[in-house]
């Protein structure tokens, strides 16, 4: 199948990416991106508050989708390569999420490269995770389900955060929910044919990884390590049901898909999707587009099915 012809028609118009990235101009380009509140999905709620967490205080945006005496939740991770992306730009897909589910969503606004070091930004994530079962009665949850989700990067750290929660013990993770993760930062291009066949010309390109991943491993972040590359963990054996989201024009889809078979092969029970046509970031940047909507109802669909 060839790339969307909406996506397309939008990467056409993009200006050639910069000579030198930096943070605080790319991420002012995003948030002037970002949709006033009155064009945003209507919710019951949606609350900015903090979770006081064992490492501090935490940004959160809680998205309450109806009035209900309780509910399951999803705590989600937004992407951006670790130093881009907010609670305001991906503010429309936890709506999104809230909507398509049924779940109450906590959408997790964490320390970013390259002003926080490793592993700030992910024991946030972590952190706030075991902060809602801790609160679970007064955020009205059900005490039933707990997925965590994450797109890209917060992909990365949805697999880094189960697999630390299952090392401590901490059992409370029903589900787990990557949209076209990064999985694996080492971006040696012989390692996957994705890295090749999808190389340029789909928005997220082949060599552009290393550079603006470049905050993150210059904050501490080693990819050898497991936390950072959640596909060199060893053991993948009793971490939660998995739905994993790939998109057909994406560098990394492979390494996602990767790790769903070893997942399966650990005997977790993990569900790889592929949707063809999209390029990496089609659920944050065109999910306007109904075949790509679908990837918020199928992860309710997952979310729901009897046995995971």
Known sequence: MTLHPAIADVLSTLPAPP???DPAVLRAIEESQVAPIDERLPLHTVEDTSAHTRVGEVPIRIYTPVEADAFGLLVYF???????GSLDTHDHVARNLAVETGLKVISVGYRRAPEAKFPAGLDDCDAVVRWVVELGESLGWDGDT???AGDSSGGTFVAA?????HDEGFDRITHQVLFYPSLDLDFDVDRYDSLRENAEGYGVETAGLTPFNAFYFDSGADPADPRV????????????PALIVTAEFDPMRDEGELYGARLNEAGVK?????????????VQNFSWISEFHRAFEE??????????
């Open 229 to 240: 590359s959640p596909i060199k963990r060893g053991d993948l054996t009793g971490l939660p």
């Open 270 to 282: 993990a569900t790889v999707s592929r949707y063809a046509g999209a390029n990496h970031g089609f």
């Open 19 to 21: 000579d030198s990235l």
């Open 161 to 165: 955060v189960a697999a630390t929660a």
């Open 78 to 84: 937004h992407g951006g390569a670790f130093f881009l």
């Open 146 to 148: 707990l997925a965590i």
């Open 299 to 308: 992860t309710a669909e997952f979310l729901t099915r009897p046995g995971e």
